[in-house]
Antibody, heavy 123, light 110 residues
Framework: QLQESGPGLVKPSEPLSLTCTVS????????WSWIRQPPGKGLEWIGY???????NYTPSLKSRVTISVDTSKNQFSLKLSSVTAADTAVYYC???????????????????WGQGTLVTVSS | QSVLTQPPSASGTPGQRVTISCSGSSSNIGTNTVNWYQQLPGTAPKLLIYSNNQRPSGVPDRFSGSKSGTSASLAISGLQSEDEADYYC???????????FGTGTKVTVL
């Protein structure tokens, strides 16, 4: 089970920070992703992380995104800097199943997903 | 940002068969497997099909997936009212070095 948490409202130009708490599985056993969905729109993959620190980010957000992991708390986190209204979205965390190796997760899929948390960027 | 193209909508009456297409390129669907996700209204996406045509445990066998070349399809046989949802395809994009999702298809049961 995955549960996202964090502020629901962020001011423009400030950082967005979210945490995903994992229960029922060891965070050290899988790769983990963040995915977002603007209201009324489609899904966008943000990036993934492995407990060892391996990360991979989508190019369009790479300069503003950091995904980190805290194995002691079985959590992983998303930080998105300098947000604008275009970053308003429901943010989901998800586990990778299938095959990931050395940072390559092309043969994996997302299951399960967290319930999602809406983050609104507004002053 | 979606590079996988799906029809925006599809519909059918209960019991009918509905097919959703997902069109990509040689750098995504052409060389990587396709997964499908179902998003019921107001809920998080749920895995429906993985590795082109595999159903996770608990997914009814009326859902099936296929892939040919740079396109993939999701078929729903014996359409039911609870199948009314948004459906997304997804695959790894080699040029992006990351995941790409389809534009999404809203299925309506008439």
């Amino acid at each position: 089970q995955l549960q996202e948490s964090g502020p629901g409202l962020v001011k423009p130009s400030e950082p967005l920070s979210l945490t995903c708490t994992v229960s029922g599985a060891s965070i050290s056993s899988y790769y983990w992703s963040w995915i977002r969905q603007p209201p009324g729109k489609g899904l966008e993959w943000i990036g993934y992380i492995y407990y060892s620190g391996i990360t991979n980010y989508t190019p369009s957000l790479k300069s503003r995104v950091t995904i980190s992991v805290d194995t002691s708390k079985n959590q992983f986190s998303l930080k998105l800097s300098s947000v604008t209204a275009a970053d308003t979205a429901v943010y989901y965390c998800a586990r990778h199943l299938g095959f990931c190796s050395g940072g390559d997760c092309r043969s994996s899929w997302f299951d399960p997903w967290g319930q999602g948390t809406l983050v609104t960027v507004s002053s | 940002q979606s590079v996988l193209t799906q029809p925006p909508s599809a519909s059918g009456t209960p019991g009918q068969r509905v097919t959703i297409s997902c069109s990509g390129s040689s750098s995504n669907i052409g060389t990587n497997t396709v997964n499908w996700y179902q998003q019921l209204p107001g809920t998080a996406p749920k895995l429906l099909i993985y590795s082109n045509n595999q159903r996770p445990s608990g997914v009814p066998d009326r859902f099936s997936g296929s892939k040919s070349g740079t396109s993939a399809s999701l078929a729903i046989s014996g359409l039911q009212s609870e199948d009314e949802a948004d459906y997304y395809c997804a695959a790894w994009g080699d040029s992006l070095n990351g995941y790409v999702f389809g534009t999404g298809t809203k299925v309506t049961v008439l």
